[in-house]
């Protein structure tokens, strides 16, 4: 499988690839799945694909006319006017290569599928960032969508919905895109190393930093080995629930006896004991402030009574209400 993922920022365009394919477990290869085409001080313009890749590289191979000598070869990429046509010839090729495999195959649809990030700028125009799909049309990257992944998404999209910033570096960029394939690298035996970065700066018609990351790499092994131990360390101070005896399971909730506690950074903050879920779960999942909460002891009651509860067990309830707003 792949798994790609192309970034729009302030100052540019970031892009990374993984590079193993395979077809079953016992056959595993390394291809490239990015390309980049420029000419100084006029254009860059890159791809990443996934997908079937006799597909893949069939449209790569148009693109470069590979089907000539190389002295008549003549890539129709660096001529296009803008990046829409790039993406409008890019996507008439892929959704022709597309048909001519499942016609002469019998086949039908779904079987030699494939999609395409493309990225770059021409002079005197914005950086923009496509993504094309196997029918051939395609969508752009915008200030509310501002990165696009392809083949293996799930595992490292959370990553970087939580951590992207239009105005970040290329260096954090960078790092965020790492953290997004390691968590993919962990969930996924589809997705391998190594893997392709290219960094395109605003303006600069040449790659700004282009490297191939190996298993071996030190700074990615950095990246894994401290976001892993991040993880376990955040998951240590994430506030925890206790249960301390066995709970009974009613139509209403649970409201056997038990206790339920809530330690951000290892202070008790919250104790229900022998209460009813209800209540018990408002003061503690209600409780945005903290600070204004020492210790309090709550019985099982009926809502009815839950105001009386309150103001008895609770005298400082005006309080927390109010910090909670």
Same mark, same amino acid.
């Given at each position: 499988?792949?798994?790609?993922?192309?970034?729009?920022?302030?100052?540019?365009?970031?892009?990374?690839?993984?590079?193993?394919?395979?077809?079953?477990?016992?056959?595993?290869?390394?291809?490239?799945?990015?390309?980049?085409?420029?000419?100084?001080?006029?254009?860059?313009?890159?791809?990443?694909?996934?997908?079937?890749?006799?597909?893949?590289?069939?449209?790569?191979?148009?693109?470069?006319?590979?089907?000539?000598?190389?002295?008549?070869?003549?890539?129709?990429?660096?001529?296009?006017?803008?990046?829409?046509?790039?993406?409008?010839?890019?996507?008439?090729?892929?959704?022709?290569?597309?048909r001519e495999a499942q016609i002469e195959n019998d086949q039908g649809q779904g079987r030699f599928t494939a999609s395409i990030i493309l990225a770059g700028q021409i002079a005197g125009m914005e950086?923009?960032?496509?993504?094309?799909?196997?029918?051939?049309?395609?969508?752009?990257?915008?200030?509310?969508?501002?990165?696009?992944?392809?083949?293996?998404?799930?595992?490292?999209?959370?990553?970087?919905?939580?951590?992207?910033?239009?105005?970040?570096?290329?260096?954090?960029?960078?790092?965020?895109?790492?953290?997004?394939?390691?968590?993919?690298?962990?969930?996924?035996?589809?997705?391998?190393?190594?893997?392709?970065?290219?960094?395109?700066?605003?303006?600069?018609?040449?790659?700004?930093?282009?490297?191939?990351?190996?298993?071996?790499?030190?700074?990615?092994? !950095?990246?894994?080995? &401290?976001?892993?131990? +991040?993880?376990? *360390? /955040?998951?240590?101070?994430?506030?925890?629930?206790? =249960?301390? #005896?066995?709970?009974?399971?009613?139509?209403?909730?649970?409201?056997?006896?038990?206790?339920?506690?809530?330690?951000?950074?290892?202070?008790?903050?919250?104790?229900?004991?022998?209460?009813?879920?209800?209540?018990?779960?408002?003061?503690?999942?209600?409780?945005?402030?903290?600070?204004?909460?020492?210790? !309090?002891?709550?019985? &099982?009651?009926?809502? +009815?009574?839950? *105001? /009386?509860?309150?103001?008895?067990?609770?005298?400082? =309830?005006? #309080?927390?209400?109010?910090?909670?707003?």
């Open positions: 499988m792949t798994y790609c993922v192309g970034m729009t920022l302030d100052k540019g365009l970031v892009l990374m690839s993984d590079t193993r394919t395979n077809s079953g477990v016992d056959n595993i290869s390394v291809f490239r799945k990015m390309f980049h085409w420029n000419e100084p001080g006029e254009r860059i313009i890159a791809v990443m694909t996934a997908g079937n890749l006799a597909t893949t590289q069939a449209v790569i191979s148009q693109l470069e006319e590979r089907s000539k000598a190389p002295a008549e070869r003549h890539n129709s990429l660096l001529e296009a006017p803008t990046m829409f046509k790039v993406a409008t010839e890019i996507g008439r090729l892929l959704r022709e290569t597309i950086p923009r960032l496509f993504m094309i799909y196997p029918e051939g049309n395609f969508i752009e990257a915008s200030f509310d969508t501002p990165f696009f992944q392809i083949g293996e998404t799930k595992y490292g999209r959370p990553i970087l919905i939580r951590g992207y910033e239009r105005d970040m570096t290329f260096e954090d960029a960078v790092k965020l895109m790492m953290v997004s394939f390691d968590s993919t690298l962990k969930a996924n035996l589809s997705v391998g190393l190594p893997l392709d970065l290219l960094v395109i700066e605003r303006d600069r018609f040449e790659p700004l930093h282009e490297r191939r990351i190996e298993a071996t790499d030190p700074y990615f092994q !950095a990246i894994s080995s &401290s976001w892993g131990n +991040a993880l376990k *360390a /955040a998951f240590e101070l994430a506030s925890r629930l206790h =249960i301390r #005896r066995g709970l009974t399971s009613t139509t209403e909730g649970l409201s056997a006896g038990f206790e339920m506690e809530m330690v951000p950074m290892g202070r008790v903050v919250v104790r229900a004991e022998n209460g009813s879920e209800p209540l018990a779960g408002a003061l503690v999942n209600h409780a945005q402030e903290p600070a204004f909460l020492a210790r !309090a002891v709550v019985p &099982s009651v009926d809502e +009815a009574d839950a *105001a /009386a509860v309150f103001q008895n067990e609770c005298p400082d =309830i005006d #309080r927390i209400r109010g910090g909670m707003g």
